[in-house]
């Protein structure tokens, strides 16, 4: 059984990491910044944007920091898109509206995602680099910042396409409202539904890496107890709210008893196709939502 442990091999790899390498499919060398792929992508300088490896306060930091600027350059990236969506809403472009609002909300998911990563981080390490945080707030994360305001401009267009349209979010989703404003509303709600799933993983990580309570205070000096509330503050709050409205104005009355017989329910015969009905409901017993609210 030996005592002692030879590290020069990782020595040696981590020294040849810290170099060109060469890359014999292409016979050139990689990571002096002159080829294509890294002028173009500009690796140099972003390959240089994390604490030297000589100077982290742990191994960790390295991790810590490539999680947090990805997730500032995603923030980029989700407000900039949005807005294209204003753009594209003001113009009556739905379609392209559409399939960018899936995009942010692809982006917000994988944002989720990512935070896992540094929940590899356990507490006592989070510790040592937290000295050297200064007073950092997460309300200064330019990204947050950014993706807000570009929301605050999104709710914006959409008030304007209602009224273009002469609706409202109610008759949106009243039966038989315009499926194509109702399909941009449904969109910018999983928006708002993957925000709001990034800031609840955000508060998990927080509350394992140093607790959420009173008397935990952030570096801001904010207790951490705070982010519990704030997690759930929406984007888009008319979205939210008008379901609430729509299913104050629901009544019972209509239903089936579970059990009751069906008949009637559907006009054609069994593997016959029926054309939808606006708001979903069996020409028997009437649509959901009724259609005046
Ligand atoms: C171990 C990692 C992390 C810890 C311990 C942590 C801790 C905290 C704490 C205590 C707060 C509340 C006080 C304040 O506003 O500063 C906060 C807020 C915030 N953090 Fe983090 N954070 C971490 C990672 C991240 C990452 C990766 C991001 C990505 C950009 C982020 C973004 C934010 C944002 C935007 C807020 C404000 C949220 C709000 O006010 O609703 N944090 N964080």
């Not at 390959?47 to 990805?70: G, I, K, P």
């Not at 979010?169 to 194509?180: E, I, N, R, T």
């Amino acid at each position: 059984m030996h005592t002692t442990t030879d590290y020069s091999y990782a020595q040696k790899l981590r020294q040849e990491l810290s170099a060109p390498l060469f890359n014999p499919l292409l016979k050139k060398w990689v990571g002096r910044g002159e080829l294509d792929y890294e002028v173009y992508l500009k690796t140099p300088e972003l390959l240089s944007l994390q604490v030297e490896e000589e100077q982290r306060v742990a191994h960790d930091e390295l991790m810590f920091q490539v999680v947090h600027q990805a997730q500032e350059l995603w923030l980029k990236l989700a407000s900039r898109e949005a807005v294209e969506v204003v753009a594209e809403l003001d113009g009556g472009a739905l379609w392209a509206a559409s399939a960018r609002l899936e995009r942010v909300s692809r982006v917000l998911r994988t944002m989720v995602s990512e935070l896992a990563v540094l929940e590899t981080m356990t507490p006592d390490t989070y510790q040592v680099i937290r000295r050297s945080l200064g007073n950092g707030s997460g309300q200064e994360s330019p990204g947050y910042n950014m993706l807000r305001h570009a929301a605050a401009g999104l709710e914006g267009a959409l008030e304007r396409l209602l009224a273009r349209h002469e609706q409202t979010l109610k008759s949106v989703y009243s039966a038989g409202g315009p499926d194509d404003l109702k399909r941009i509303c449904e969109q910018l709600v999983d928006v708002d539904e993957a925000f709001q799933g990034w800031l609840h993983a955000h508060f998990q990580l927080v509350r394992r890496t140093i607790g959420v309570d009173r008397s935990v205070k952030a570096l801001d000096g904010l207790p951490t107890q705070v982010l519990a509330g704030r997690m759930t503050m929406p984007l888009f709050r008319q979205l939210w709210d008008v379901r609430v409205e729509l299913t104050s104005a629901w009544r019972r009355e209509g239903g089936l008893a579970p059990g009751a017989s069906r008949e009637g329910c559907m006009h054609a015969g069994p593997g016959a196709y029926t054309a939808p009905r606006p708001g979903g409901g069996c020409p028997a017993h009437g649509a959901f939502p009724p259609a005046e609210l």
